[in-house]
């Protein structure tokens, strides 16, 4: 009986390790994957202008501390992302396709693709509102014409 506890936990033990492996791999590629697709450079531009906010809130607090902080936070943060979007991509992407991504972006395509994309998604928010406020109009107007 002993021995069937030994093995057992010996079983769970390399499973554990081989799982915790994974996923340091899996993070890896996914962080090489935002890299490639110029996602991380979105993240760091996000928290570039927190710090700017920041500083504009807090005018007291020397430059010295705002550009320790700064490099600290732009590291652990980035590092806190990936590990945060881990779950979320592992539902959805094997790491074979987070490899396979990571190909697509460092084509002339796919490179084009990831500097084009900051400035598609700011345009497109722009779009997607302006089409929410018409469909919403829309919508009021017929609920009026039905005497609601």
């Given at each position: ?57 807090k005018t007291s607090v020397p ?13 652990t943060s980035l590092d806190d ?18 490899q396979q991504l990571i190909a ?45």
């Amino acid at each position: 009986m002993r021995k069937s506890w030994y093995t057992l936990l010996l079983v769970l033990s390399c499973v554990t390790f081989s799982n915790a492996q994974g996923n340091a791999e899996y993070k890896a590629k996914l962080k090489q994957m935002f890299e490639a697709s110029g996602s991380e450079k979105s993240y760091k531009v996000a928290i570039e202008q927190m710090f700017t906010m920041f500083k504009q809130q807090k005018t007291s607090v020397p430059d010295s501390i705002w550009k320790q902080f700064e490099g600290e936070f732009l590291k652990t943060s980035l590092d806190d992302l990936v590990e945060m979007l881990e779950p979320v991509y592992v539902k959805s992407l094997t790491q074979d396709d987070l490899q396979q991504l990571i190909a697509f972006y460092e084509t002339p395509v796919g490179k084009k693709y990831a500097s084009k994309t900051p400035i598609i998604m700011q345009e497109s928010m722009q779009v997607g509102q302006q089409w929410g406020r018409k469909i919403a109009m829309e919508f009021q107007e017929k609920l009026k014409a039905k005497g609601y």
